[in-house]
């Protein structure tokens, strides 16, 4: 039954007055947390193990390289060692090798830190370079790390060298519970909506690693239900880590990133622990055999010679970029949204082609200008898109959007878009043990992330990349999606480099995800003459609603390559003779999640920049 106008008011305002009264009792409690500052000083280790000037770190060839950086570069001509990182895997193997290598100083920034196999190892090994005398700083966006207080509260303690803070928490806790999340929304949507997605691994201020990944199984390959295809980059030299580390500093000095201490559910755990000095345990599912098979690799510096540094490409001018922490706050000011002027500017730069990688195919208004000012270029520039299908996705309602404006990004803007399969044919490559794991059913085990079930059992991958080349000569690989959250509310940040051997590196993994067998391409529906024409024009205005875009039959949808045939692009002949229209999305089993996708297309387009 309908609530009448004044129920509707009284409600809102109980809403209201439930948001006042936690708002008023959530404020950081002083007494508290000097209560926890006595008890940390008290507690925490402050002995090292290692008298050594270097700490006692293990042998490296990334130090080697560092020093030929120093030593090679001169004023306006840097020198730098660069490489691509594409399997998680090998991505976590080179942090725990440089955490363990690090000499001076370790510096941490990521969007997700969570209590799993790669959380723990990462934060174990931490705790092993601080023992050493090293200085580590790690700096998490609150709102999707570390759920656990009782993890917290150890790692507030766990040495002098290290400290942990939170980026941004809601009501001076580390863990916002449903409640708090509610009144977060209604009295403060605008702070509570700006998130820290920046990634960055910064080992003595000179070697950095930054990107897509964040400190979780399913980032490296190590989750057996869904796995991200994302992508990082390793960079070493002076200009850079300079860079980096002016970077990480200024959000580490940033009011909004809090010390543990500074947390009231943290502190109450911290006082009633009292003395008691309990080590960060692991979770008992942990897998020792896989962690201690990995830390092997990574202490064996043959090893990460051989497989990884022999691979470095050294190159010139390498730029890290990253948006203030006042971006939110001031979303006008050029000056804060430092990566995001660069990234506009470097496509209006575009001559030839772009090769783009997203796994949230919703653009912002700056990106809509310029590939609708590139696409009416003569010739225009050629602009290739790899995506999420939603049957990889893990954001479905973001993939709804992306759905309703299909049309325009093939024919306002000439997207080639390619979206990526949930079972790509080169998983084996980069999911280790992936044939094993591939098989039976699983239905109802995908609810978490908005994923949807498909039509077989197995580890889905769904990409998590974000990159983008420019003319076979410039590249970008950082945390930014090129959609309005990264362009107006998060913090974002990434390395540009100019140098046309690692261009055709990124281009050929972007390109290998777009494959036919990693990928359906998207394409006009091959429906003609006036019932065609019709469609289109019914379409074209229910796209053009903000609400009520209920349309069914959509402008374009997904084709996948026949047999024996040679893959062409859409529009060239011969493209229908040898593609096959699988439907609008192939490989999802469940019929309601298609309806819902349907229903966030109809009435999610003013959710853009929230989603």
């Known amino acids: 039954m309908n609530q009448s106008p004044l129920r509707r008011a009284r409600t809102a305002t109980w809403l209201v007055l439930a948001a006042s009264l936690l708002l008023a009792g959530c404020g950081l409690n002083r007494p508290l947390a000097r209560r926890a500052d006595a008890i940390v000083a008290a507690t925490r280790p402050q002995a090292v193990d290692c008298t050594r000037e270097d700490h006692c770190a293990i042998d490296s060839p990334y130090h080697g390289l560092a020093a030929r950086a120093r030593a090679d570069s001169r004023e306006g001509a840097p020198v730098h060692y660069v490489d691509v990182l594409e399997r998680g895997e090998d991505?976590?193997?080179?942090?725990?090798?440089?955490?363990?290598?690090?000499?001076?100083?370790?510096?941490?920034?990521?969007?997700?830190?969570?209590?799993?196999?790669?959380?723990?190892?990462?934060?174990?090994?931490?705790?092993?370079?601080?023992?050493?005398?090293?200085?580590v700083r790690v700096l998490a966006d609150q709102l999707f790390s570390l759920d656990d207080v009782e993890w917290l509260a150890r790692i507030a303690r766990m040495h002098a060298n290290f400290e942990f803070r939170l980026y941004n928490p809601t009501f001076a806790e580390a863990v916002t519970q449903p409640l708090e999340f509610a009144a977060g929304l209604l009295c403060c949507f605008s702070r509570f909506n700006q998130r820290m997605h920046n990634k960055l691994l910064l080992v003595d201020g000179e070697i950095g690693i930054a990107g897509g990944r964040n400190y979780e199984n399913r980032y490296f390959d190590w989750d057996q239900e869904f796995d991200y295809r994302d992508r990082d980059m390793l960079v070493l030299g002076p200009a850079a880590g300079a860079e980096m580390q002016a970077s990480f500093d200024r959000f580490w000095a940033h009011p909004r990133a809090v010390p543990l201490t500074r947390l009231n559910d943290v502190n109450r755990r911290l006082v009633a622990d009292g003395d008691?000095?309990?080590?960060?345990?692991?979770?008992?599912?942990?897998?020792?055999?896989?962690?201690?098979?990995?830390?092997?690799?990574?202490?064996?510096?043959?090893?990460v010679r051989a497989q990884f540094a022999s691979r470095a490409l050294r190159t010139g001018r390498v730029d890290y970029f990253s948006d203030a922490p006042d971006k939110a706050a001031r979303p006008d000011d050029p000056a804060l949204l430092e990566l995001t002027t660069h990234i506009s500017g470097l496509l209006r730069g575009a001559q030839h082609r772009i090769v783009f990688e997203t796994p949230y195919l919703v653009l912002s208004r700056r990106a809509r200008e310029v590939f609708q000012d590139l696409h009416r270029r003569t010739p225009p520039v050629e602009v290739l898109v790899s995506t999420n299908s939603l049957a990889a996705t893990d954001a479905f309602y973001v993939y709804a959007l992306s759905y309703k404006y299909k049309k325009r990004y093939l024919k306002r803007y000439g997207f080639e878009i390619h979206e990526f399969k949930p079972f790509p044919d080169d998983a084996a490559a980069f999911v280790a043990g992936y044939d094993r794991l591939?098989?039976?059913?699983?239905?109802?085990?995908?609810?978490?992330?908005?994923?949807?079930?498909?039509?077989?059992?197995?580890?889905?991958?769904?990409?998590?990349?974000?990159?983008?080349?420019i003319d076979d000569r410039i590249s970008l690989i950082g945390s930014h999606?090129?959609?309005?959250?990264?362009?107006?509310?998060?913090?974002?940040?990434?390395?540009?480099?100019?140098?046309?051997?690692?261009?055709a590196r990124v281009s050929a993994a972007i390109e290998r995800d777009a494959a036919p067998g990693n990928a359906w391409t998207i394409a006009k529906r091959r429906r003609?003459?006036?019932?065609?024409?019709?469609?289109?024009?019914?379409?074209?205005?229910?796209?053009?609603?903000?609400?009520?875009?209920?349309?069914?039959?959509?402008?374009?949808?997904?084709?996948?390559?026949?047999?024996?045939?040679?893959?062409?692009?859409?529009?060239?002949?011969?493209?229908?003779?040898?593609?096959?229209d699988v439907g609008d999305f192939p490989e999802v089993d469940l019929p309601l999640k298609t309806i819902y996708t349907r229903i966030v297309t109809a009435f999610g387009a003013g959710l853009v920049g929230i989603l």
């Open 91 to 135: 991505s976590l193997l080179l942090r725990v090798h440089l955490i363990r290598a690090a000499r001076r100083s370790i510096d941490i920034q990521t969007f997700i830190w969570a209590d799993d196999d790669a959380g723990w190892l990462v934060l174990d090994e931490l705790a092993a370079a601080a023992r050493r005398g090293v200085r």
């Open 276 to 303: 008691a000095r309990t080590p960060l345990q692991p979770r008992s599912s942990v897998d020792r055999d896989r962690i201690d098979s990995l830390r092997a690799r990574a202490s064996d510096a043959g090893y």
């Open 438 to 469: 591939v098989g039976g059913g699983n239905a109802g085990r995908y609810a978490r992330y908005g994923r949807a079930p498909l039509l077989r059992g197995g580890v889905r991958l769904g990409l998590h990349a974000k990159s983008l080349v």
């Open 481 to 503: 999606n090129f959609d309005p959250r990264s362009d107006d509310y998060n913090t974002e940040s990434g390395f540009i480099i100019y140098d046309a051997a690692v261009a």
């Open 528 to 580: 003609g003459g006036l019932l065609g024409r019709l469609n289109n024009a019914i379409a074209d205005v229910s796209t053009s609603l903000p609400l009520f875009d209920l349309w069914p039959f959509r402008y374009a949808t997904s084709f996948e390559l026949a047999p024996g045939c040679a893959p062409s692009r859409p529009g060239t002949p011969g493209f229908y003779d040898c593609h096959v």
